[in-house]
């Protein structure tokens, strides 16, 4: 198993740029997650879903966008790209299910974005 | 409003000594609270979870304490070695299977 899998790994974009972040897992996780980790500051939940196209915001979604057309695969998006949005970008995800529960969360490697 | 407190500042020991770290937070009523190793330039690692009504939760080396009263949990890693250094974060529930973190303490751990 590769667990959470992210590329880009490194990325430098121009203000008002778009790309997408790619995360994947092979662990048939039902739910996924995004989160930003800033210099001395937690992380925080940018956007989460619960299972193949059902997604919520969390704590910080303004401009991001995400889908999760399958299991595997859950892009985060942005559209225009900010100086504020400069950060490192974390993908994990967990399993929960009727029978069994498990809340740990598996994270991905991280991409590091800097936009200027 | 809501807050999860971790030492912001270094902790650092010798080896062979007991890591004691802290979480405290307010405002929170959490499930379970668990425990992750973060090391430079990588995601973090799951380490342990401890539930509202588990006082202490034990793995090899590693112990977490969780007190509902306080809102603070311990973690402690016992006979520390300089591969245990790294950053720990805090993490408490905060909605089904979503995660709340605490910024973090790093742990420097010198032979």
């Known amino acids: 198993n590769a667990g959470v899998t992210q590329t880009p790994k490194f990325r430098i974009l121009k203000i008002g740029q778009s790309m997408t972040l790619q995360c994947t897992q092979d662990?048939?996780?039902?739910?996924m997650y995004w989160y930003r980790q800033d210099p001395g500051m937690g992380l925080k939940l940018i956007y989460y879903?619960?299972?193949?196209?059902?997604?919520d915001k969390g704590e910080v979604p303004n401009g991001y966008n995400v889908s999760r057309s399958t299991t595997e695969d859950f892009p985060l998006r942005l559209e225009l790209a900010a100086p504020s949005q400069t950060s490192v970008y974390f993908c994990?995800?967990?399993?929960?299910?009727?029978?069994?529960?498990?809340?740990?969360?598996?994270f991905g490697p991280g991409t590091r974005l800097t936009v200027t | 409003s809501q807050k999860i407190e971790q030492n912001s500042e270094a902790l650092n020991i010798q080896e062979g000594k007991t890591a004691t770290l802290t979480c405290n937070y307010t405002?929170?009523?959490?499930?379970?609270l668990q425990w992750y190793r973060q090391d430079p330039g990588r995601g973090p690692v799951f380490l342990l979870l401890?539930?509202?009504?588990?006082k202490e939760k034990r793995k090899e080396r590693l112990k977490v304490t969780f007190d509902t009263t306080l809102k603070q949990s311990l973690f402690h890693i016992t006979a520390s070695q300089p591969a245990d250094s790294a950053t720990y974060l805090c993490?408490?529930?905060?909605?089904?299977?979503?995660?709340?973190f605490g910024t973090g303490t790093r742990l420097l751990v010198s032979p």
């Open positions: 994990a995800s967990s399993y929960s299910g009727l029978a069994e529960q498990h809340y740990e969360q598996y």
């Open positions: 662990m048939n996780h039902n739910y």
């Open positions: 993490a408490l529930e905060a909605g089904f299977q979503k995660l709340v």
């Open positions: 401890i539930r509202e009504n588990e």
């Open positions: 879903s619960v299972g193949a196209g059902i997604t």
């Open positions: 405002n929170y009523s959490p499930a379970y």
